[in-house]
């Protein structure tokens, strides 16, 4: 085996990563809009998420693909851990944060109340501390939030273990590991004195999903039948959770959340190595330019602004239903355009370490060397 620091590969930007993140934004505000609607055919068919929904498990899934890649190829730098942090800090916390400052801001302007429990977001905890996160008093929506704590927390350990391994093996055993070990914390939590309900959302019960992902990028640095079984895997997958979905599928329930969570996330895996090679329809429709550039600029905003934009924009006095849904979509796009330009983009493109944090860094992933 070689080791990690020997090898050395390719990086490239891969435009279907992009649409992918687009397309996990896109289920997440399906969910919020449709609820799982059982009044309209299609709407079920589509909006069949119950629970937390489809978004999060595919979003948490890519983000093991690029964290991972980002990692190893930071292995090695002079301030490896800060610059990383640094640059997550830059792409996440400015939006966030305003976000966050705004709602404290109009909460006491309209209520004559401060906002109650911001430590809980402010320390990205509001994943852990559902209740506390529940009772904020604030007048903007801020029950999406808790897939961004998930996240950050994985960010902040999952360098650290990766550095540790000085094999590709080895990264694998780890991943392995973290996927087994969540597996395990979601089956803890179905005990009936701690619920999928207040404790599913916890990072040891998503961390496998972000193991599953990291897998993915190791096998394009070191190629295993991983990545083509689960190619193959997709449509029958998908058949599966479709029609799994379609009758009742609960991810609230004990059942749903070991055994249908595993089947989201080997499902959104399987979606994300057909998007990985150029050759498949997957890759070709989701690296689009339309898709692949929304998902690489706006995407974040879009996931940031939408809960806001749905409320305001359902509860205009307009009788046509399908007129308040293109205002929704028109204004969550047209705010997540003004956000990338006038707030995002200043500080992604900040020089870390020398280089600069670049919107483009998070759609890289290995190409193997031949």
């Not at 649409?19 to 399906?30: D, H, I, N």
């Not at 090695?76 to 851990?81: I, Q």
């Not at 990383?84 to 400015?94: D, G, K, N, S, W």
Request: glycine share 8%; hydrophobic share 50%; net charge positive.
């Amino acid at each position: 085996m070689i080791g990690v620091v020997e090898r050395h590969t390719r990086s490239k930007h891969i435009p279907a990563l992009d649409g992918v993140r687009l397309l996990a934004v896109a289920l997440v505000m399906l969910h919020h809009l449709t609820r799982g609607s059982q009044t309209s055919i299609v709407l079920h068919l589509m909006g069949l998420q119950v629970g937390n929904g489809l978004g999060p498990p595919l979003f948490f899934v890519l983000s093991g693909v690029l964290l991972t890649t980002v990692i190893i190829e930071a292995r090695g730098t002079e301030h490896r851990y800060r610059n990383f942090l640094t640059r997550r800090a830059l792409r996440i916390l400015p939006l966030y944060l305003a976000y966050l400052g705004v709602a404290m801001v109009a909460t006491f302007l309209f209520t004559g109340r401060h906002m109650q429990n911001v430590w809980v977001f402010a320390f990205f905890l509001q994943n852990t501390f559902l209740t506390a996160a529940s009772k904020t008093g604030s007048v903007l929506p801020m029950y999406h939030f808790w897939t961004l704590a998930v996240q950050d927390q994985f960010y902040i350990l999952w360098p650290l273990l990766l550095w540790k391994c000085d094999s590709v093996r080895k990264m694998r055993y780890l991943c392995m590991g973290g996927i087994i070990l969540s597996l395990g914390a979601r089956i803890i939590i179905t005990h009936p004195s701690l619920t999928p309900e207040l404790f599913g959302r916890i990072l040891p019960a998503h961390a496998g999903e972000m193991c599953l992902g990291a897998l993915l990028a190791l096998d394009l640095r070191e190629e295993t039948a991983l990545s083509s079984m689960l190619r193959k895997a997709f449509l029958p997958l998908s058949a599966i959770l479709a029609i799994w979905m379609w009758h009742g599928l609960s991810l609230t329930t004990s059942f749903g959340s070991v055994i249908g969570l595993q089947l989201i996330a080997f499902t959104s895996a399987s979606l994300i190595a057909a998007a990985l090679r150029p050759s498949t329809w997957t890759a070709r429709v989701l690296g689009s330019k339309f898709l692949a550039l929304g998902g690489k600029k706006y995407a974040f905003a879009m996931y940031v602004f939408h809960p806001l934009m749905l409320t305001m924009c359902m509860s205009l006095p307009i009788a046509s239903k399908g007129l308040r849904l293109a205002l929704f979509a028109t204004s969550t796009v047209v705010i997540s355009g003004l956000s990338y330009r006038y707030v995002e983009s200043y500080f992604l493109h900040r020089k870390v370490g020398g280089t600069v944090s670049s919107p483009r860094e998070s759609a890289v992933v290995f190409k193997a060397a031949a």
